[in-house]
T-cell receptor, first 112, second 115 residues
Framework: KQEVTQIPAALSVPEGENLVLNCSFTDSAIYNLQWFRQDPGKGLTSLLLIQSSQREQTSGRLNASLDKSSGRSTLYIAASQPGDSATYLCAVGGDSWGKLQFGAGTQVVVTP | KAGVTQTPRYLIKTRGQQVTLSCSPISGHRSVSWYQQTPGQGLQFLFEYFSETQRNKGNFPGRFSGRQFSNSRSEMNVSTLELGDSALYLC??????????????FGEGSWLTVV
């Protein structure tokens, strides 16, 4: 059974610092891994999707890496801003249609 | 283009009642999936529909059911509500479903409180 873990559960950084968020999974037989952002009381917004054959994806200040063999993914957010404050979730897609296995998320606060 | 629309956004129900939640996917998306989000359990997969067929179902009791219509709109129903069903119910749509390379789009959710 796939288990997805995100550590730390919460993180506070001053504006301008780089953010590093970690995600680990127990079963390396994945199709893809996605990172999402969730603002309080809102739905999820897809940030980056990495296919199993890829090592990383980049979008603006965001970069996500994937190491299937070690069961790890890392989301880097460069030069953090207060608007980056949110909960960040990673999710793994396996061979089960429609089902994403989510981690519990990392709550990020960027202080001005 | 319009995003994923969920209605109602907020509702309060009494134990034992039933509830129906609605989801309108992005135009052209044929896959709709549902998730339950609670502080204790996080996001848990309920079921996924594609072209009116349930392709997958999560580990929830039979009180949880759903369906998808020919226009891809989807509904989920929870019968005989229990206090533990209080949660944010999220609907998501994508072109052909996960785990494809298609982006998945989530609605803002329906907040259900059972009293």
């Amino acid at each position: 059974k796939q288990e997805v873990t995100q550590i730390p559960a919460a993180l506070s950084v001053p504006e301008g610092e780089n953010l590093v968020l970690n995600c680990s999974f127990t079963d390396s037989a994945i199709y893809n891994l996605q990172w999402f952002r969730q603002d309080p009381g809102k739905g999820l917004t897809s940030l980056l999707l990495i296919q199993s054959s890829q090592r990383e994806q980049t979008s603006g200040r965001l970069n996500a890496s994937l190491d299937k063999s070690s069961g790890r993914s890392t989301l880097y957010i460069a030069a953090s801003q207060p608007g980056d404050s949110a909960t960040y979730l990673c999710a793994v897609g396996g061979d089960s249609w429609g089902k994403l296995q989510f981690g519990a998320g990392t709550q990020v606060v960027v202080t001005p | 283009k319009a995003g994923v629309t969920q209605t109602p956004r907020y509702l309060i129900k009494t134990r034992g009642q039933q509830v129906t939640l609605s989801c309108s996917p992005i135009s052209g998306h044929r896959s709709v999936s549902w998730y339950q989000q609670t502080p204790g359990q996080g996001l848990q997969f309920l079921f996924e529909y594609f072209s009116e067929t349930q392709r997958n179902k999560g580990n929830f009791p039979g009180r949880f059911s759903g369906r998808q219509f020919s226009n891809s709109r989807s509904e989920m129903n929870v019968s005989t509500l229990e206090l533990g069903d209080s949660a944010l119910y999220l609907c998501a749509s994508s072109l052909v479903g996960q785990p494809s390379g298609n982006t998945i789009y989530f609605g803002e959710g329906s907040w259900l409180t059972v009293v």
